[in-house]
């Protein structure tokens, strides 16, 4: 039996609930097959660690975490803690010294969710967002200069390698040929006339290698608009990682919200281990209340399933959450309903179940 070892980062506010809630649903999908399991290792690194310790994660952290196969993380972030030490100090280090370059958000609607569009049918609402995930926007060059002073100047500076750059469109033009879908690429060349332009010029290059790829590109502005107003058009998205960090969220808002948003972190080699995540907040005025959406813990965690190869039970526990919407009985406040994050928890794996059971659990 393979054993794969899961590093838990459970995190801040409402992290370790919506966390508790997917390692529920790793369980059951587990427990359904005799060849593999999970062997969970919790961390109590955040930003209450920070408060006691001064940092956010231990010094050799890193480290420790390459002893995985995969990382679990709930949400980063609490009132007290500045976002740009809570971010960069654990998220953003994990996702760089791990080489996680690929940054993996699906953004559909799923069956029973509710989009905020008006005539739009659900399967116009299917995009499959690579966003590089290693430079970019988040390169974290910069300078500071003249701290307090009436000349006072800052600089933030893009970082954007050709190799960097090249992997990552590569990666979804891959994506987009395996799935035999469309690529749209995003940018702001017009603007951004050294970053930007060079982007475009990637990934016309990389295009002529995959001629049976239909292919598409826009300004950031013009993909936001048109995401709302004809999102059918976006089916593989590949984009910086500002840009791909606005946009996922402006498709939680037309997909269901951002409880339904999950998102992996890929070091597409294996070299070090992957993350996987729900890429809401860590929601600190409803912590320690058992209302948290787990959703899109729950989806990140299908994600993980479908890294290590299990595609068939990635697949069920998304089919387990449409039928969840689709009844409508057992939900979250969040969601209008009134049913607690453990109550949600337990009806997926009732749900899983209950396909097995009548044969339509299909692995």
Known sequence: MKTYKIAVIAGDGIGPEVIDAGIEVLKKAAALDSTFQFQFTYFPWGCEFYTKHGKMMDENGIDQLKEFDAIYLGAVGFPGVPDHISLWDLLLRIRKEFDQYVNIRPVRLLKGAKTSLMDVKREDINMLFIRENSEGEYSGAGEWLFKGRENEVVMQNSVFSRKGTERIIRYAFETAKNQKRSLTSISKANALNYSMVFWDQVFEEVSAEYPEVETSSYLVDAAAMLMIKDPKRFEVVVTSNLFGDI????????????????????????????????????????????????????????????????????????????????????????MGGTASTQEVAERIVEIMDSRIASGKLHV
């Open 247 to 334: 946009l996922t969220d402006l498709g939680a808002a037309i997909a269901g919200g951002i409880g339904l948003a999950a998102g992996a972190n890929i070091n597409p080699e294996r070299n070090y281990p992957s993350m996987f995540e729900p890429i809401h907040g860590s929601a600190p005025d409803i912590a320690g209340k058992g209302i948290a959406n787990p959703l899109a813990a729950i989806w990140s965690a299908s994600q993980m399933l479908d890294f290590f190869g299990y595609e068939s039970y990635g697949k069920e526990v998304l089919n387990a959450i449409e039928e969840l919407l689709t009844e409508g009985q057992v939900l979250t406040p969040d």
